[in-house]
């Protein structure tokens, strides 16, 4: 697949371009696809499946087709961006090439159009939808009209995505070119194409291992983002996290301004947390900021409200003005999503939850959050392994990330990019065998139905299931709780 940008091409020569968008029904995609829109580009795209980002593209004036064959590949396309999940052999991928149309991927593209503005980029193996989404939550209550791409939905800044003002038109950085705030995503080295002005890396695990060769190759891919922001003399900057980033490596070399936060004291921002009222406070050189009470729990969630915090604070918002918008914001679908509850066979109420976590650290810190936040009866989880390799990779680790949870229940392992080779070589027992030798009670079921109707016969008052992963399981939440799964 080839992947570069025609001669001269660059964002501020969009206007009248024609560029299809392989896979426009992404949350990515679909924000990227109305920024290059609002550049003056003519924006038309596929995808797979009709969903309520699809219809709203349309209805926003954006051609979208279902049929992924290269018919819709109009002539006098000067430009087919694809999203990461596009495989090299896609029937529209293959047909421009053979008729020589530049393709470039979504995180070249988005690289290109940050280029046009103040580029926010968030970084990090965990948190990254949350804190885009808490920060363009704040500047949308700041007045600040930023432009945004979420990986997730988020109802209260809009959806996943928007496109805001071209200049920034209030706070320190008036004039400048205007706001666009992103995750940028270490999968692939995808965000070495990103062009960020401002930047955050919340956190450095080990993930993707099926791309990288270890925890220092990751480490070396993030200094190589790092390294991609300007000097502070042309205004860029890195937050960093003080503890579990591994800034040590990271930062040395950097001529940016890097400053650093979480609980450590030593930090530049030191956050302070009390789990008991999620009540967080920010201090600064031994004097506090400002102080809120954090409506998620957990201290995960602490560290990324803390994070947006200090990011719009360096954009200009007043310390005062963030304090409203942090208490107010709910959480992004999928993120300690509480979908409702429903009546169990004992006469009860079970609640049920839904969450996107599918690191070993993330479920270990969601867990954690429920049990101390909810302070249910039992705590049931329902968690669906996600990708061959990183189930391989992570066994030992997943298997030590449950212990908060009372019961685990292990549907089939849902793939994007594995090979068959790479399926045949973990599965969803091998999971289930290691969280038993452990003494945990832990079951596979195969099928989400089976999984529905083990969970409704044996629910009890009290209970708290908890349905994780970044596949398809969300249905399973969705139908305990009764309600629609709107796909973002």
Not at 19 to 46: E, N, P, Q, W
Not at 390 to 402: C, E, H
Request: aromatic share 6%; with cysteine.
């Amino acid at each position: 697949m080839t992947s570069q940008f025609p001669t001269g091409f660059s964002a501020n020569a969009l206007q009248g371009k024609h560029i299809h968008f392989v896979g426009i029904g992404g949350c990515g995609m679909s924000g990227l696809a109305r920024l290059i829109d609002r550049l003056g580009a003519k924006v038309r795209g596929t995808d797979s499946t009709e969903t309520p980002v699809t219809k709203t593209l349309i209805a926003d004036g954006i051609s979208v087709s279902y049929t992924q064959d290269g018919s819709d590949l109009q002539p006098g396309t000067d430009l087919i961006v694809h999203s990461a999940a596009i495989p090299a052999d896609h029937p529209e991928i293959l047909l421009g090439e053979e008729c020589a149309i530049p393709i470039v991927s979504y995180a070249q593209m988005l690289g290109l159009v940050q280029s046009q503005h103040t580029g926010v980029c968030l970084a990090g193996t965990h948190g990254k939808s949350t804190t885009v989404s808490i920060l363009s939550f704040i500047l949308l209550q700041a007045s600040f009209d930023p432009s945004f791409i979420v990986g997730a939905n988020c109802k209260q800044i809009g959806g996943s995505s928007r496109v805001g003002s071209p200049i920034i038109t209030r706070g320190k950085l008036e004039g400048n070119l205007g706001i666009l705030v992103s995750e940028s995503c270490e999968f692939n080295r995808s965000f070495h194409e990103h062009d960020p002005t401002i930047a955050l890396i919340n956190n450095i695990e080990e993930d993707h291992l099926d791309y990288y060769t270890s925890l220092d190759d990751i480490i070396e891919a993030f200094k190589g983002f790092a390294l991609r922001i300007p000097s502070a003399q042309d205004g860029g900057r890195l937050l960093i996290a003080h503890d579990g980033a591994h800034r040590n490596i990271v930062t040395p070399g950097l001529t940016c301004k890097v400053e650093t936060f979480g609980f450590h004291p030593e930090a530049d921002y030191q956050v302070m947390f009390d789990p008991s009222v999620r009540r967080v406070g920010i201090l600064r050189d031994g004097m506090w900021t400002i102080q809120w009470t954090n409506p998620m729990p957990g201290s995960h969630n602490a560290l990324n409200a803390a994070a947006a915090a200090i990011l719009a604070a360096n954009l200009g918002v007043d310390w005062e003005a963030l304090i409203e918008p942090l208490e107010q914001f709910e959480g992004v679908d999928r993120r300690l999503h509480n979908l409702g509850t429903f009546s169990c066979q004992d006469g009860g109420i079970a609640t049920v939850y839904d969450d996107y976590g599918h690191h070993p650290t993330e479920i270990e810190m969601t867990l954690r959050a429920l049990r101390a936040a909810e302070l249910p009866k039992r705590l049931i989880c329902i968690f669906q392994p996600h990708q061959h390799s990183r189930t391989r990779f992570l066994l030992d680790q997943f298997a030590q990330s449950f212990a908060s949870a009372d019961e685990i229940i292990v549907p089939h392992i849902y793939f994007v990019r594995d090979s068959i080779a790479e399926q045949q070589q973990v599965s969803a027992q091998d999971l289930v065998d290691k969280l038993t030798d452990q003494g945990a009670s832990a079951k596979h079921i195969n099928n989400f139905s089976d999984i529905v109707d083990h969970v409704k016969r044996t629910a009890k008052d009290g209970d708290l299931i908890v349905v994780m992963g970044a596949g398809p399981v969300t249905n399973i939440a969705h139908e305990l709780a009764n309600t629609e799964h709107i796909s973002s």
